[in-house]
């Protein structure tokens, strides 16, 4: 079974500019989350999508972070413009349907960005 | 809202020696509590969890952590650590709810020295 795949693995951007990361979860596993990994801290939850409905996005900066989901499978993390204090790893995860608290979330390897 | 302290930042320890990796939280209604592991250029990984009942939780690797509820504690150790151990630990808590987000701790970084 793949597990989550996540793209770019690395992006490296001047600040003003936008940045896409793309996000595919476990087949059959319809909770995405997005998640803001800083170093030297643990993930911090951006969004959670529902199949195709975002359930939680209290913590996502929407001013200029935006996300979809359009199919209920792959998923899309949208920084438009990017700022030097945006560099960090974004993780993607999943997990089976009808979250839980206590649902095992699988994580996909992150994409590292580096904004100059 | 949820909490959680991970005090030691970096853990260097001697192949074969034991290991503990301390873990304390703050909740003021029932948790689950996780312990993930994300070795280097990985995704993290679920290690073990606790939801209910016996509070020692093993993993197929070794682990275990004990959750003690009066000292609001969830610490992971392991006997005998192996160079393979290597790697970031996080410890989660998240409300017993039928959905809360999952809080991470700031991860310890274990190091095994041969």
């Known amino acids: 079974e793949a597990g989550v795949v996540q793209s770019p693995r690395y992006k490296i951007i001047e600040k003003k500019q936008p940045v896409a990361f793309w996000c595919n979860p476990i087949s059959g596993h319809n909770t995405l989350y997005w998640y803001l990994q800083n170093l030297g801290q643990g993930p911090e939850l951006l969004i959670r999508?529902?199949?195709?409905?975002?359930?939680?996005d209290s913590q996502l900066p929407k001013d200029r972070f935006s996300a979809e989901r359009l199919k209920g499978v792959d998923s899309t993390l949208k920084i438009q413009p990017a700022e030097l204090g945006d560099s960090a790893v974004y993780l993607c995860?999943?997990?089976?349907?009808?979250?839980?608290?206590?649902?095992?979330?699988?994580f996909g390897p992150g994409t590292r960005l580096t904004v100059l | 809202a949820q909490s959680v302290t991970q005090l030691d930042s970096q853990v260097p320890v001697f192949e074969e020696a034991p290991v503990e990796l301390r873990c304390n939280y703050s909740?003021?209604?029932?948790?689950?509590l996780f312990w993930y592991v994300q070795y280097p250029n990985q995704g993290l990984q679920l290690l073990l969890k606790?939801?209910?009942?016996?509070?020692l939780v093993e993993s197929i690797n070794g682990f275990e952590a004990e959750f003690n509820k009066s000292q609001t504690s969830f610490h992971l150790r392991k006997p005998s650590v192996h160079i393979s151990d290597t790697a970031e630990y996080f410890c989660?808590?998240?409300?017993?709810?039928?959905?809360?987000?999952?809080?991470f701790g700031p991860g310890t970084s274990l190091s095994v020295i041969p």
């Open positions: 909740s003021s209604v029932s948790v689950y």
């Open positions: 995860a999943s997990s089976r349907t009808g979250a839980s608290s206590y649902n095992e979330q699988f």
């Open positions: 606790y939801l209910s009942g016996s509070t």
């Open positions: 999508y529902e199949n195709e409905e975002a359930v939680d």
């Open positions: 989660a808590v998240t409300k017993k709810t039928s959905y809360d987000k999952v809080i």
